[in-house]
């Protein structure tokens, strides 16, 4: 997959056919419009484009009220390549950029930089000043610009959005199971392992401090979670905790805390991502020590007994 970022670049494409979209969280609705936007390339001997914007537009026109992401972007950027994706143009998202007409738009991107011969996109799709582009402005100047838009219907593109506020709802809850049925694969955050008070190995659950990659992503609702990690170019099995860790701390801040089964190299500064598979209980305060290090314990049971049954 060739990336571009912005329109400084020259780009080059044989008979581009072109999706436009944030794709956060590249969930199983996503998925179908990149197969769709594949399957409209290869009847023209094409290749196939997704054109989108970062940061989120709404974290830009809405910066009071940010929109909470399913995903970080370097994430987004792997997922599009396994998926086959041929070209990736990020547009920074800007106020000058959110207040381009669609005409402008249509003439200066699509057209004059992208040179596209079809377009895919849903019926409700708006884009440019004001929301003023959709799929009747875009058939409008297709045939004087000489491209073709392509529908997706409308049946497919209610069930994306119904999937992405199901998602979004399921992760709150802590729902993950719900969450991974819609997503087509477990909920994922990805970051950088940072030094924390080392805690964990006193009471013998050495714990890897997370400081997710994408401030804005959406964490699930406070507690205990089996996952996987993927971390130095390995798989391992292990628990999350998502919560203030009122047994031993009093400080109130929200950490993620992720202990690998079987694992004790040393992670600081290392990146890795946690996919979430199943919430195994509520983060809740122990009346000592021992209690905590009986239900980790406990916890640590469920998930092995969870992975095992799963492989």
């Known amino acids: 997959m060739k990336i571009y970022k912005g329109l400084e670049t020259e780009f080059n494409c044989k008979n581009p056919v072109v999706t436009i979209g944030t794709f956060d969280g590249l969930h199983i609705g996503h998925q179908k419009i990149i197969e769709r936007l594949k399957e409209e390339a290869k009847k023209i001997n094409g290749e196939s484009v997704l054109l989108t914007f970062y940061p989120h537009p709404r974290s830009v026109i809405e910066s009071d009220h940010p929109i909470s992401l399913l995903q970080a972007h370097e994430d987004k950027l792997l997922e599009l390549e396994k998926l086959g994706l041929q070209h990736l143009i990020i547009l920074p998202f800007t106020n000058e950029l959110s207040t381009m007409s669609a005409y402008d738009f249509i003439k200066d991107i699509l057209v004059a930089h992208i040179k596209l011969k079809k377009i895919v996109l849903g019926y409700d799709h708006h884009f440019g000043n004001n929301r003023e582009g959709n799929l009747d402005f875009l058939n409008k100047h297709a ?30 809850n802590g729902e993950i199971e719900k969450a991974t049925k819609f997503l087509g694969k477990p909920y994922g955050i990805s970051g950088v392992v940072i030094k924390g008070k080392q805690l964990g190995r006193t009471i013998g659950y050495p714990t890897a401090n997370i400081v997710p990659e994408e401030p804005l992503q959406l964490l699930p609702e406070i507690g205990v979670y089996a996952v996987k990690i993927q971390v130095l170019n390995q798989i391992y099995t292990g628990l999350l905790n998502i919560g ?4 031993v701390e009093e400080s109130g801040d929200m950490k993620l805390e992720v202990h690998i089964f079987d694992f004790s190299e040393n992670l600081y500064d290392e990146k890795m991502q946690v996919l979430i598979f199943k919430r195994i209980r509520d983060e809740k305060k122990f009346a000592s020590i021992e209690a905590l290090k009986a239900q980790i314990k406990e916890d640590e049971i ?9 492989d």
């Open 143 to 172: 045939q004087i610009m000489d491209f073709e838009v392509i529908e997706i219907p409308a049946k497919e593109i209610d069930e994306i959005k119904i999937s992405s506020t199901k998602i979004r709802e399921a992760i709150k």
């Open 244 to 247: 203030i860790r009122p047994t």
């Open 302 to 310: 469920i998930a092995r007994s969870y992975f095992m049954h799963l």
